[in-house]
Each structure stands twice: as C-alpha cells, then as structure tokens.
C-alpha cells in the first residue's frame, strides 16, 4: 500500500464517523429545565419575601409603636419636660467642663520658671487666648534676657514675647513680657 493511500483512509473513515452522527439542535433539554426551577424557586422567594415577610414586619412596627404610645402615655408631659431640661443641662455642663482651663498652672509654672532677681508687679490672664501678660522688674538687662531666654526653653509655653522694656538710673529694668501658654497645659491640673 502506498502511503498517501493510508493516510487518506483514516481520514474518510471520520469523516463518515462525524457524518452519520445525530445532531443535536437548539438548547439541551436538562440545562433548560434546571434554568426554570430556578427561576420559579426565586420567584416563590421574592413572592414569599414580599407577601409574608413583609406583612410580618409591618405587624411588629404597629406593636412597637403601640407600646412606645403607652409608654408616653404613661409618663406626664411635666416629667418629660423636666426630664428634657435636666438632660440638656447636663450637657452643657460636659461642654462647659471639657473647655475648663485650669489657671492654677500658672502659679507653679511661674515658681520653677522665675530667676531669684526678677520679680512681677502686675499679671493679667486672657483665658480665651491662653496668654498672661507679666510685667515685672529685673536687676539688670543680663537677668532679663536669661529670664527670657528661660520661659523660651519651656515647653509649657508656645511663645514668649517682650513687649516693652525700660531701663533704671539704678541700673534695674523694667520690662513687660507677654507668654502664650500650650492647650494642653492648661487643660489638666498640674501635678
């Protein structure tokens, strides 16, 4: 035999194979059928979910508010109002106190601070801004800028600033000084 021959042999015999075989057309019948029970099984969950369900929560809100009605019902209108204003003064106490600044700190800040020839004449505290304008006296012009080189290296203070300064015959120097105190150290007491 020649092989073109057996080559062209096996190759008519499938083709024959492929040729007699059923063919089959249009959707499989099982794919179909598993297609529509699943649509109608989430149709009957959708109609289940919407008639029942439902219907069971709408019962439940009635009942809840009918019993929220009686509880009202139960309780005066004075007691409720005076329940109402006892509440909101108890929150604006919360916000009253969790502003509160406790100028206390101030007193030991400037008794660790404060170099033994410097001493204050006046103070004026702006809670609001957190800042003590001192005006003060100090024995010569080095002890006033040690003194302000001191409340600039304290981490209490976001700033220190000398406003005014004026020298003595007696060689002593007047200044006022103005610091501007951290929040958060005036915030909480000082321990």
Not at 58 to 64: E, G, I, N, P, T
Not at 104 to 132: D, I, S
Not at 161 to 189: A, C, D, H
């Amino acid at each position: 035999m020649n092989p073109e021959q057996n080559q062209q042999q096996p190759t008519t015999s499938l083709n024959e194979a492929f040729a007699n075989s059923p063919v089959s057309i249009g959707t499989p019948w099982r794919l179909f059928v598993f297609s529509l029970l699943l649509f109608a099984f989430s149709l009957l969950v959708y109609f289940g979910l919407k008639v029942g369900y439902e219907n069971y929560l709408q019962s439940r809100s009635q009942a809840l508010d009918q019993s929220l009605a009686q509880l009202s019902n139960s309780i005066s209108q004075q007691d409720q109002q005076q329940f109402i204003n006892i509440y909101s003064q108890i929150v604006n106490l919360k916000s009253v106190l969790s502003s509160h600044l406790f100028t206390a700190n101030v007193f030991p800040f400037l008794e660790q601070n404060t170099l033994p020839q410097v001493f204050y004449t006046e103070a004026k505290f702006t809670g609001y801004t957190g800042t003590l304008e001192l005006s003060g006296q100090a024995a010569s012009l080095q002890m006033l800028a040690e003194q302000l080189s001191q409340f600039e290296k304290a981490p209490e203070l976001s700033g220190a600033v000398l406003s005014s300064m004026n020298f003595n015959p007696s060689g002593s120097t007047t200044f006022v000084i103005t610091l501007t105190f951290n929040q958060s150290y005036l915030s909480k007491p000082a321990s």
